[in-house]
């Protein structure tokens, strides 16, 4: 059984230059939408080195942030909020390893990348990362809380 609160955990997912370059934007929104998640916002932007710095500064000193930063703010990216039980930690998992080549088959990053720089996608590594994440990207009215008419086809609430 499952609290109204539970339904609304939310994570924050980012398709990275790359996954928007190579014309995935569709598949990749689409293993979310399957899967039962919620889509509650979504804004495809040019992310400012100001809010690069901003997102990442948790890898601040690691060897590769700079070219992270330089990465993640070289082309259009697709920012967007995922609703639903679990979904911080099932998005990890439909998204896989960090590194691409060792990412599952049947994850985004297994199925589509090969390196590490060029790994596709963001998300949140956990509730309260989430929490900070899409309040640094999307202002509450950017968001829409909708309850899609399918949820009793997906989520069994009482059992
Ligand atoms: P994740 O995106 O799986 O949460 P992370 O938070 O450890 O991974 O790192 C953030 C991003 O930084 C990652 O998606 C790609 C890049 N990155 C991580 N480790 C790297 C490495 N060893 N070399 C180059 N880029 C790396
Ligand atoms: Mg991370």
Redesign the pocket.
Known sequence: MIDEEGLKERTFIAIKPDGVQRGLVGQIVSRFETKGFTLVGLKIMTVTKELAEKH?D??KD?P?FR??IEFITSGPVVAMVWEGEGVVASARKI?G??NPLTAEPGTIRGDYGIS??R?LI??S?GIETAKKEISLWFTEEDLVSWKPCLTTWIVEKDS
């Open positions: 990442y948790v890898h690691k590769f070219s992270l998204i390893a960090t590490v720089g790994n963001h998300g590594d």
